[in-house]
């Protein structure tokens, strides 16, 4: 359990890699569905931090994540190597991705939520719907999984800060289009905050259901302290065990950014502190 | 020296027990409480009257034989005085630490003044002799007894959950020879002992011990395991195992419901103890997990959970060189307050300070979402609610404001519903709680049991505890019968 078994980079811009590992997790992978995650400690001073099940392989018994090193945390997780093990891995927590025949869908994904993105356009196609994929990065070479989402998508699309590849724009932009053009049943969406909050935007003119999974700040990630506490439709909710996954346009995204920036001059501290 | 003679030359006064410089141990989180010497202990368990009939036994939820135990200690019998505890509690040594005595045993001691809400001064110190004689037992390595049945060898039982309710069962259980496995959810055992009670009320180290007593005795605990996520209840049952435990806990945080509760550097309890507690956030950056601690903190509530926040915080402050301003809030008085009373007084030596009669009403902030100030109003005491305790009234008009720039709520949990959630045969009350047959625990599944805080709502370790070994014994019964 929790042995590292294989890892690859995904991209690399100046040093900003995203990573992808297989850890050895029997339990997780047996019950692991699309949509729920781990929380995981790198050694025994780490931190417990939320990472998605990006695949689950139930007869290797093994689960794939992928994290961009952003912090310390993730930068610590990043030096680990194929034969050394995590000091602790848990799950798979929060709920799973409602996978039914919604007709015609949209996935949107943004930066390393990409990788969160993957295992629910799969299961989406795979139970019939029409899934189109709209993937946006600042730039061509940040944008992973392109080939895995290629081929669980009927319409691929791509927008780039700098227009190195697909459209020059965001995500939203050509979501707009999209949902001008047809008829759909689900937005699904992940990725950095402000897109995430534009998603919604874009898809409430449209009236179009649409859901995101939210990357709030945990600790237990099992429902006892509220760290990642959200407030969805003017209710306080955990997104550890009521989500992770949220009716989009219900939640209270300035909130949430605030949120998310409570440790971040530690953040820096431990991260100057340790060159990383 | 026989007890008769005791009685002759006890010494009227209580032994007081030494503690740490409240100076010095506020700047550290060291343990608060240094305990008896031998001789201390001897002097305190001579005042014990050997009451004909005590009613301190009465008092304990698990009704340890108080009056031997203390007979044997004054006789220098300290290892028959350690076996009559642990006749009854597997955990002297944390028991004799973080026991609300003054609500229990030495509440229904004789020396305890009758209708007083909590023991007098000059009832025993029941809880400091146990932990003494505990502490003996785990420095001289005495043996646990096991009463070992070769009839229950073949059986296993699951313990979910290994805070004070799993592995007081599966100690139980273990010492008769069943093969039990405890499931865990986080990657250290020993749930709210572990997480909520902070290292300088329970050192680490006497945990540790207790819970390594509890692998010797060959029980098996597997960390990083959620009951209901990994793997189901039926699941669990339909591998053998020949009956389940369920020691839940009650791990979800309560939120008052105010404005602006949301705001950065507002914590629950459970978050901010998790943090310094199970985390070591106190060792920020050498330990990874943070935690913001503000320069005028506020603490919210009346409970042990209160004091242990409040007084953790403090330390914090001191440690990174903020000048300590730690305060707690409550609605009521002091004397209504429910924390032990000795965690009162430690808090107030150590320098928290305490706004009685206050009813938060909304936290406000700034520009960047943190915590700056606590509208609040003044209350007066009504009359007695359902809990017996004066109902606080809120004075209109009498809004005021409190610095503030990092609170925590400790102002009660609610049952973890991980398992529950996902299991809709088993019969849950109003609040969440896991409904028992409150003769042998067993829950609306057969085979299943419960106890401890998922049964009960919030109680003491030793409460527990007690429904634990209630249910302990059904569990044997069952195996015996089958």
């Known amino acids: 359990m929790t042995k590292i078994l294989k890892k690859d980079t995904l991209s690399d811009i100046s040093g900003t890699k995203v990573v992808r590992m297989v850890i050895s997790a029997a339990d997780i992978a047996k019950k692991a569905m699309p949509g729920q995650f781990v929380a995981l400690m790198v050694d025994d001073r780490g931190e417990r931090v939320p990472l998605t099940v990006v695949e689950a392989d139930r007869s290797s018994g093994s689960i794939t994540i992928i994290f961009q090193e952003a912090g310390f945390t993730t930068r610590l997780l990043g030096r680990m190597n194929p034969g050394e093990s995590l000091y602790a891995i848990v799950g798979p927590l929060g709920h799973a991705t409602e996978i039914k025949d919604y007709g015609k869908v949209i996935i949107v994904g943004g930066g390393v939520g990409i990788a969160e993105i993957y295992p629910v356009a799969k299961a989406l196609k795979a139970s019939g719907n029409r899934v189109t994929t709209i993937l946006g990065a600042r730039a061509k070479d940040l944008l992973i999984l392109e080939d895995e989402l290629k081929a669980v998508s009927d319409i691929f699309l791509v927008a780039t800060d700098d227009g ?13 289009k999209e949902l001008q053009k047809d008829k759909y049943g689900l937005v699904y969406s992940v990725g950095p905050i402000p897109m995430m909050k534009r998603t919604a935007a874009v898809t409430a003119k449209y009236g179009v259901r649409t859901i995101v999974s939210l990357n709030a700040i945990m600790v237990d990630a099992t429902g006892m302290c509220g760290c990642c506490r959200v407030t969805v439709g003017g209710k306080t909710l955990f997104s550890c065990v009521d989500g992770p996954e949220f009716d989009a346009n219900q939640v209270d995204w300035d909130e949430l950014t605030k949120r998310n920036r409570i440790y971040d001059s530690k953040e820096k501290h431990i991260c100057n502190l340790s060159k990383m | 020296m026989q007890p008769e003679q005791n009685v002759k030359t006890a010494r009227k006064e209580p032994v007081k027990v030494r503690e740490q410089d409240a100076a010095r141990r506020s700047s550290c989180f060291d343990e608060v409480v240094l305990g008896y010497s031998e001789e201390e202990a001897l002097q305190e368990a001579a005042r014990c009257i050997q009451c004909k009939n005590p009613a301190c036994i009465e008092g304990c939820p698990v009704n340890i034989d108080i009056k031997r135990f203390i007979y044997h200690l004054a006789n220098k019998d300290y290892k028959s005085a350690y076996f009559t505890i642990r006749e009854k509690n597997d955990f002297p040594s944390i028991c004799g630490r973080v026991c609300p005595a003054e609500y229990q045993c030495r509440k229904t001691c004789v020396f305890t003044k009758k209708g007083s809400p909590y023991a007098s001064e000059k009832a025993i110190n029941i809880h400091f002799l146990e932990r003494f004689v505990g502490d003996y037992g785990m420095k001289n390595n005495l043996e646990i007894s096991t009463q070992k049945n070769p ?45 909520g009670i902070p290292p300088f009320r329970l050192p680490r180290e006497i945990l540790d011990f207790e819970l390594d007593c509890l692998k010797k005795l060959g029980v098996e605990i597997a960390e990083n395991y959620i009951v209901g996520k990994a793997k189901g209840l039926d699941e669990l049952l339909a591998e053998g195992y020949d009956a389940v435990f369920l020691g839940l806990g009650a791990g979800v945080p309560t939120f008052l419901g105010i404005k602006g509760e949301n705001l950065c550097n507002i914590y629950s309890a ?32 009346g409970g042990n959970t209160a004091m242990d926040a409040a007084r953790a915080a403090l330390r914090i402050q001191k440690m990174q060189g903020l000048a300590p301003d730690t305060s707690i809030v409550y609605r009521r008085t002091e004397v209504e307050l429910p924390a032990r009373r000795l965690e009162i007084e430690h808090a107030k030596e150590e320098g928290v300070k305490f706004r009685f009669l206050v009813q938060p009403e909304e936290f406000t902030g700034d520009e960047a979402g943190f915590v700056k100030k ?22 209109p008009g009498s809004e005021f404001s409190l610095d503030c720039d990092m609170a925590v709520l400790a102002i009660g949990l609610l049952a973890n519903q991980v398992l529950t959630r996902v299991t809709p045969q088993l019969k849950t009350d109003k609040y969440s709680d896991v409904v028992v047959d409150r003769d042998t625990m067993e829950t609306s599944i057969g085979a299943v049991y419960a106890g401890g805080d998922i049964v009960g709502g919030e109680g003491t370790v030793i409460e527990a505890m007690g429904m634990a070994k209630k249910a302990s014994k059904a569990i044997i019964d069952r195996l015996l019968k089958k």
Do not use: W
Request: with cysteine.
């Open chain 1, 164 to 176: 190195s590849y697909g459209i020059k724009g965001f995500t939203t932009d050509i979501l707009d």
């Open chain 2, 151 to 195: 009839k229950l060898s073949k059986y296993k039982v699951a313990v979910v959950g290994s805070g004070p309710a799993g592995v007081c069962c599966a100690g139980e259980l273990a010492r008769q020879g069943i093969k039990v496995t405890i499931f865990e959810a986080l990657h250290k055992p020993g749930g709210v002992l572990r997480y």
């Open chain 2, 374 to 395: 606590l509208r609040c109003l003044e209350c007066k005491l009504g009359e007695p609610d359902a809990s017996g305790r004066r109902r606080p009234i809120a004075i």
């Open chain 2, 270 to 301: 459970n978050e901010f103890l998790t943090r310094v507690n199970l985390m070591s956030a106190y060792k920020f950056p050498e330990y990874h997990t943070p935690v913001n601690i503000g320069k005028s903190i506020i603490v919210i509530g």
